[in-house]
């Protein structure tokens, strides 16, 4: 005798499937719970075309911040609004070129407020190309900007209540190597070398984001020595054999751009972060400041600051050589803030 599909089968099939969903869940959670992993905001295109979004509506005493990682780290948004009731917006992009968002806000917006831009040598003086990675990852997000939907966004709102109380949704478009979603996991599936080529080293996130972006380098990262050293080891395959910087080439692409954004009485401000060990070492040679950094003032006029002419930015320590931890990007940001507002180059707003 055959069994008869009734309402009551149905629902408890519907019942039985959300309890296995949910326990599964639960379980999951609970599992990278205990691996000391916590919920973590997605340093991705939708969040970052969120505070692009907000540029367009700034006033001249506002405060916008481009460039590579060491601007995301190093300058924390809750001490710059401390000493001048202004919060930045944050757009630098870890591993980025400045340029592509320089272009963007000077060419579509009307913004004519404080802009910092970031200098990462090797990055930064990088010859100007839309093929280069760094060009190519930053303008990924100005594009998408341009052309995200309103579901795009939906889908965005929808899904921070998600990361922010699930770990086990830990994942980033910087792919990282520890990011435990489940594409992720099976990406991290090693098959061997088949190419010849070495495997990249393991490259695992160091980093903890928040809604504003502000980001701040894991306490792990800072103070854990064995895996401080994964992150150098990264580092060092990746940029071991990087060439000189082509000498000019990025300082005249950049500088028509300052021109303009001047012109408009915008108010560019230039920032070089510290480095220590093997990246000073490479910049030295690559990027030698009198060559680039040097040039870079001459060219543009603007107002610059470059971490060894200042005693209160030279002292610090990068513990993998090329991001302050959370608490010297605290003094990093104190320190620097009050040398704009000394040099009386921000709006009077942000200092009375």
Aim: charged share 30%; glycine share 4%; hydrophobic share 35%.
């Amino acid at each position: 005798m055959s069994r008869i599909d009734t309402p009551m089968n149905h629902r408890k099939a519907l019942w039985i499937t959300l309890i296995l969903s949910l326990f599964s869940v639960i379980s999951w959670e609970v599992y990278w719970r205990s691996k000391g992993r916590i919920p973590d905001l997605s340093d991705d295109k939708f969040l970052w075309a969120e505070k692009r979004a907000q540029v367009e509506d700034l006033d001249k005493n506002s405060v916008v911040i481009i460039g590579s990682s060491r601007v995301l780290f190093n300058l924390q948004l809750p001490e710059w609004e401390k000493l001048t009731g202004t919060k930045p917006i944050q757009l630098a992009t870890a591993g980025g070129h400045a340029v592509p968002v320089l272009e963007d806000i000077v060419k579509n917006t009307d913004y004519s407020g404080t802009l910092i831009v970031g200098v990462t040598p090797g990055i930064f003086f990088s010859k100007p190309s839309k093929e280069s990675r760094s060009w190519g990852r930053t303008q990924k997000r100005v594009d998408y900007y341009h052309k995200r939907t309103y579901a795009d966004r939906l889908n965005h709102f929808l899904s921070l209540p998600l990361q922010n109380n699930l770990a086990f949704l830990s994942a980033a478009e910087n792919e990282w190597a520890d990011d435990i979603d489940l594409k992720s996991l099976l990406r991290a599936t090693k098959w061997g070398v088949r190419t010849g080529r070495e495997n990249d080293p393991p490259f695992n996130s160091f980093q903890y984001l928040d809604i504003d972006r502000n980001t701040r380098m894991s306490h792990k990262c800072a103070h854990d020595t064995a895996f401080t050293n994964t992150v150098k080891r990264v580092w060092k395959f990746h940029n071991e054999k990087a060439k000189k910087s082509p000498k000019d080439e990025a300082v005249l692409y950049i500088e028509k751009l300052v021109k303009k954004f001047e012109d408009r009485g915008g108010n560019l401000i230039f920032l070089q972060s510290p480095s220590t060990g093997f990246y000073k070492e490479q910049e030295a040679k690559n990027q030698p400041r009198k060559e680039f950094w040097d040039v870079l003032m001459q060219k543009t006029g603007v107002k610059g600051y470059h971490y060894e002419d200042y005693e209160s930015l030279k002292n610090f320590d990068c513990p993998e050589w090329s991001h302050l931890s959370g608490e010297d990007a605290d003094k990093f940001t104190n320190a620097f803030v009050n040398i704009l507002i000394k040099d009386s180059v921000l709006p009077q707003s942000q200092h009375q």
